[in-house]
C-alpha cells in the first residue's frame, strides 16, 4: 500500500496546520481582548471627543 502514504501525510500535514491556524486565531484573539481591556478608556475618550 504505498500509494496509501502520501494521502495520510498529506492529511497529517493538513490537521497540523489546521491546528497552528487555530492557535495562531486563538492567541490573536486573546491578545486582542487584552489590548481592548487596556486601550478601553482611550477608546471611550476617543468616542466622546468625536461625540462633543
Do not use: R
Not at 487555530?22 to 477608546?43: A, C, E, H, W, Y
Amino acid at each position: 500500500m504505498p500509494q496509501m502514504m502520501p494521502i495520510n501525510w498529506l492529511i497529517i500535514f493538513l490537521m497540523c496546520m489546521i491546528c497552528l491556524i487555530s492557535i495562531m486565531i486563538l492567541m490573536n484573539s486573546l491578545l486582542l481582548n487584552l489590548k481592548i481591556k487596556n486601550f478601553k478608556k482611550k477608546i471611550i475618550y476617543k468616542k466622546w471627543k468625536w461625540l462633543w
